[in-house]
């Protein structure tokens, strides 16, 4: 559980800074802005892996039902927020599935709006759902084998998620690499941007174009704009 946990903490990192390699503008992660990064989603995935592990220990037969509830729960999800990645419609069903996969272990954005909010109903989606799943592993355990470590997680999982969500808090309001980006003399003060946000159209004209290098892929292009997608809702 360890090795899946920090290997997927580990590709999300790699794939937030893929993405900013796929928008010029963007400020680029420090050493220390990719570790915090790395951190809070360590903390976010591990104790959701730990759940999944101690409710498949009991009820193993209903976690592929409780899989296929969520996926199919995060594919409508996907789905309302009408993302246009693919060419075809089949291909684009296909993505909103591979998201669903994704969103049954950690967040990302793929449409273009306010990130805030959508991270907020999905954190208090995951608390409610480990929540349950943590709760119905410690009523049917097997109290005499577990009598040694299951206070002990059932005081840890929760502690650890707690503690990624603050910690993630913490990365967006003083790691982050948009906050670190120097500001140009003539750019007027503004409210800070939501996490991950564009950069408004004032600031790319204030841009050297002449340094940007033009895109390639064009799926990567159209998933990073809509990743640090900055429109309002």
């Not at 003399?185 to 940007?212: I, K, M």
């Amino acid at each position: 559980m360890a090795a899946s946990s920090t290997s997927m903490a580990w590709m999300v990192l790699d794939y937030h800074r893929s993405l900013r390699s796929f928008v010029p503008h963007k400020a680029k992660q420090s050493v220390v802005s990719s570790v915090m990064y790395f951190l809070w989603n360590l903390l976010l995935i591990s104790p959701r892996v730990a759940v999944l592990a101690l409710f498949c220990s009991v009820m193993r037969s209903l976690l592929l039902l409780h899989f296929l509830f969520l996926w199919l729960a995060f594919l409508f999800w996907a789905r309302t927020q009408r993302t246009h990645f693919m060419e075809s419609q089949s291909g684009e069903w296909l993505y909103r599935g591979t998201v669903g996969l994704i969103w049954y272990f950690s967040w990302f954005n793929v449409s273009e709006g306010g990130t805030r909010g959508r991270s907020f109903i999905y954190h208090v989606f995951m608390t409610t759902d480990c929540t349950l799943l943590l709760s119905t592993w410690w009523q049917y355990r097997d109290q005499e084998t577990s009598q040694l470590y299951a206070p002990v997680l059932l005081l840890v999982l929760p502690l650890l998620y707690t503690c990624g969500l603050l910690l993630k808090s913490v990365y967006y309001c003083c790691f982050h690499p948009k906050l670190w980006r120097p500001r140009p003399l003539e750019q007027r003060p503004r409210p800070l941007d939501l996490p991950d946000s564009e950069l408004s159209v004032w600031e790319l004209c204030a841009q050297d174009r002449s340094s940007v290098q033009p895109l390639v892929n064009r799926r990567m292009k159209a998933l990073a704009h809509t990743f640090y997608s900055s429109k309002r809702v």
